[in-house]
């Protein structure tokens, strides 16, 4: 299973190395790092270059074996274009079989590659997996989505009619080659220079894939004031809240139009949620509106509605 590790920057040459030392000093080696530097205005990219230079130059491995050299690519675009950008250049030079994001202020866990690869080798339909996070800097807290390891099935049908958002920060993701395969390229680099984790979020839902959550701190999330996003909601205007919404439509019309999905789709809802082994309140309130407003006969729906009432009480999530 070969792994790939996409690390996008821009502007942070006091943590980009931190990262791709995280990444190499993991408990099992990765294939290929790609770390893309988007034409940082600070020294990101001389910093980058001469990393790699002064290991290849004056042979100083740190103790590590020369593959680890082999295996970092630095692409040091001419033009700044964000996050989306980034993601999708560092995408098309990867090879791996399971692809990971790391954010160039963030890092990982030294067990974090070695503890997704085994969940992946043993939950093979797995396509996404994302882990809790562990804050540090000038906030210290442990972020959990939930509070247990899950299954979280199928999305594609909540995401389309809800917008269920099931994703965590970007560098506590991860997926198979095959469901960025289907998302990517992406046209709108303007509207997300940063936030593009969730378009990675949203498109993986759309696209069918079987999503995970991983209820270990096995990456730390940097908190540092100049987060891209992070932290910054009470500063935003309700223009940037507008523009976010527009760039939701268009994104989410682009896939409707690439993946052509049937107008039907919602019928097939409680399939969908019977993909969920231990559905919580919120996911059955979820699928249960979606039910309630398909074109099917009053009877159906009903029936429909009480299968999944009855399949929450059989399986749901007690905690």
């Given at each position: 299973?070969?792994?790939?590790?996409?690390?996008?920057?821009?502007?942070?040459?006091?943590?980009?190395?931190?990262?791709?030392?995280?990444?190499?000093?993991?408990?099992?080696?990765?294939?290929?790092?790609?770390?893309?530097?988007?034409?940082?205005?600070?020294?990101?990219?001389?910093?980058?270059?001469?990393?790699?230079?002064?290991?290849?130059?004056?042979?100083?491995?740190?103790?590590?074996?020369?593959?680890?050299?082999?295996?970092?690519?630095?692409?040091?675009?001419?033009?700044?274009?964000?996050?989306?950008?980034?993601?999708?250049d560092g995408f098309k030079a990867a090879t791996g079989e399971i692809i990971f994001f790391l954010d160039a202020d963030d890092l990982y866990q030294s067990t974090y590659i070695e503890?997704?690869?085994?969940?992946?080798?043993?939950?093979?339909?797995?396509?996404?997996?994302?882990?809790?996070?562990?804050?540090?800097?000038?906030?210290?807290?442990?972020?959990?989505c939930y509070d247990r390891t899950r299954d979280l099935g199928y999305s594609k049908i909540s995401t389309l009619y809800r917008r269920t958002w099931i994703g965590h920060r970007t560098?506590?993701?991860?997926?198979?080659?095959?469901?960025?395969?289907?998302?990517?390229?992406?046209?709108?680099?303007?509207?997300?220079?940063?936030?593009?984790?969730?378009?990675?979020?949203?498109?993986?839902?759309?696209?069918?894939?079987?999503?995970?959550?991983?209820?270990?701190?096995?990456?730390?999330?940097?908190?540092?004031?100049?987060?891209?996003?992070?932290?910054?909601?009470?500063?935003?205007?309700?223009?940037?809240?507008?523009?976010?919404?527009?760039?939701?439509?268009?994104?989410?019309?682009?896939?409707?139009?690439?993946?052509?999905?049937?107008?039907?789709?919602?019928?097939?809802?409680?399939?969908?949620?019977?993909?969920?082994?231990?559905?919580?309140?919120?996911?059955?309130?979820?699928?249960?509106?979606?039910?309630?407003?398909?074109?099917?006969?009053?009877?159906?729906?009903?029936?429909?509605?009480?299968?999944?009432?009855?399949?929450?009480?059989?399986?749901?999530?007690?905690?």
């Open positions: 299973m070969k792994i790939s590790v996409l690390i996008n920057n821009y502007n942070y040459q006091n943590y980009v190395l931190e990262a791709i030392e995280s990444v190499l000093d993991q408990s099992v080696q990765v294939d290929e790092i790609i770390v893309v530097d988007d034409c940082s205005s600070d020294r990101s990219a001389q910093v980058l270059q001469d990393f790699v230079l002064k290991f290849a130059r004056i042979g100083d491995l740190g103790g590590r074996s020369c593959l680890d050299l082999a295996r970092i690519e630095l692409i040091l675009k001419d033009k700044n274009e964000g996050q989306l950008a980034a993601f999708q503890t997704a690869i085994n969940f992946y080798q043993n939950n093979q339909n797995c396509d996404f997996l994302f882990t809790s996070a562990e804050l540090f800097g000038n906030e210290n807290r442990i972020a959990n560098s506590t993701l991860s997926m198979k080659r095959h469901v960025l395969e289907q998302i990517f390229p992406i046209p709108y680099l303007e509207d997300w220079r940063i936030r593009a984790d969730d378009c990675v979020t949203y498109g993986s839902s759309i696209a069918n894939a079987h999503k995970f959550y991983l209820n270990e701190p096995l990456v730390k999330y940097r908190v540092h004031g100049n987060n891209g996003h992070y932290g910054r909601s009470k500063t935003r205007s309700q223009d940037y809240f507008q523009q976010y919404e527009q760039a939701i439509d268009r994104l989410f019309q682009f896939w409707m139009s690439k993946f052509n999905p049937a107008s039907n789709i919602d019928q097939f809802a409680l399939i969908e949620f019977h993909s969920i082994p231990h559905p919580t309140r919120q996911e059955l309130d979820t699928f249960q509106s979606i039910i309630r407003c398909t074109k099917l006969p009053k009877i159906r729906r009903g029936f429909m509605l009480g299968l999944a009432y009855l399949y929450f009480l059989c399986h749901r999530n007690s905690r």
